[in-house]
């Protein structure tokens, strides 16, 4: 049994690709480029927003563009993140398990922490015990730093850490950080990218995961 999972949001815990979507076609089309069809933002997404904005701008687009575009974005998804975002089927119900059972639980994620803590607290409550989200002058996942920070302050044996993402960009973190990795397949990507980036465990719904924790 694990007594510790750590959790990605975007894809994992939350479908916010809809949310994502709207804002990133609000910022193109004011300035005038076109917008991509929501799917596309399933490759666009998980490595935290100014990765996303270099992807939907065109090649080669300076920085004065890709700050602006970015103010754009946040500006819009600030007022709509909750519009259409909702957790994934079976995920409430998976937290309350692991809650019962006294697991401890973090969100490591790439999102903002203004926007991570919010959605968190709204949609899960005092499910998750710790949320690590993006902030300025941090790195972002894959780079270990916010899980190796969140193993440190709940005092947590790595061994003892799950560390459960949709995106290869997961399955690499839980690797530098030195964690057991499941890829779940309800998410933005799909088995053979999380295969190919060095899942443990695959799970296709939320009970695999509890069965994987309980052991």
């Known amino acids: 049994m694990f007594g510790y999972v750590f959790f990605d949001l975007d894809g994992t815990l939350l479908n916010t690709l809809d949310d994502l979507a709207a804002a990133g076609n609000y910022a193109l089309e004011t300035l005038g480029f076109p917008a991509y069809d929501t799917d596309r933002y399933r490759y666009f997404v998980g490595n935290g927003i100014p990765k996303l ?9 300076d920085k004065e563009l890709r700050e602006k575009c970015h103010s ?38 790439n999102k903002d922490h203004i926007y991570s803590e ?46 459960v993402g949709d995106s290869g960009v997961d399955m690499l973190t839980a690797a530098n950080a030195g964690f057991e990795s499941a890829g779940v397949l309800w998410g933005f990507r799909d088995k053979d ?10 799970c296709s719904k939320p009970a695999d995961l509890l069965t994987v924790v309980r052991g």
């Open 193 to 202: 990218e999380l295969i190919a980036n060095g899942a443990h465990i695959i």
């Open 72 to 109: 754009l974005f946040s500006d819009y998804y600030s007022a709509h993140s909750e519009d259409k975002t909702v957790p994934y089927d079976g995920i409430t119900e998976l937290l309350d398990e692991l809650f019962s059972d006294g697991v401890k639980t973090a969100v490591i994620t």
């Open 53 to 61: 904005i270099e992807r939907i701008l065109p090649d080669g687009s």
């Open 118 to 163: 919010k959605l968190i607290r709204k949609f899960f409550g005092d499910r998750i015990t710790a949320v690590y989200g993006s902030r300025p002058g941090t790195p972002h996942k894959p780079d270990p730093y916010w899980a190796d920070t969140a193993a440190y302050e709940l005092g947590a044996d790595k061994s003892n850490i799950l560390y």
